[in-house]
Every structure is written in C-alpha cells, then in structure tokens.
C-alpha cells in the first residue's frame, strides 16, 4: 500500500516537472513572437500606436512573464521540499535592477 503511494507520488511529481517545463516554453515562444510582432508592426502603420493600444501590446508578455516566474518558483519549492534543491551564487548589476525596478531618471 505505501509503496504504491510513493510511486504514485513519484509519477505525479515527474509529471508536474514536464508539465512546468511546457508551460514555461511555451509561455517564452510567446513572449518571444509578441515581443518581434511589436518590433515589426510599426513599419506597416501609417501613425504611431495610441499609448493605451501599446499597454494591450506590453500586458500579456507581462502577464506570460509571471507564469514563467511562478513555474520556476514552485519547481524551486518542491525541490526544497524534496532536499534535492541547490542554492547557486548569481553575480547581479545592482543598478540595473535598481532601474528596472523604479525607474531611471538619472538618479540612483
């Protein structure tokens, strides 16, 4: 009876890994085709897009963005939960995250 339930539970796990792993593909070809669409469209615009029409444009590569960031943080989560998750250094650009974060104006 256990054994069967760990198994079960192992086969869940593994296939909520793959499933994440899609998702998170997925949702970067379409971040990456909206983000070149944008870059394409306004050559074939005779005006430039209205700025609330551009918002339309930015929310769901936001939107996508987030899923990917909690695909990753709940793979995170379960690898900690399981004690096979390892914690590696990233050097970072302060400033840059900095001015990601609040804005740029010259200031930091």
């Not at 539970?9 to 998702?23: G, K, T």
């Not at 590569?61 to 995170?76: A, F, K, P, Y």
Request: hydrophobic residues 40%; contains cysteine; glycine residues 6%.
């Amino acid at each position: 009876q256990q054994e069967a339930q760990t198994r079960h539970d192992d086969a869940n796990q593994m296939a909520d890994s793959r499933l994440n792993h899609v998702i998170k593909g997925r949702c970067g070809t379409a971040v990456s085709s909206l983000h070149t669409f944008v870059e394409m469209l306004p050559q074939y615009l005779s005006v430039p897009l209205p700025e609330r029409v551009q918002r339309l444009l930015v929310a769901p590569v936001e939107q996508l963005g987030s899923v990917i960031q909690w695909c990753d943080r709940r793979q995170m989560l379960i690898r900690q939960a399981q004690g096979t998750y390892v914690s590696v250094r990233t050097r970072i650009d302060v400033r840059a995250m900095l001015e990601t974060a609040v804005g740029d104006d010259g200031r930091v």
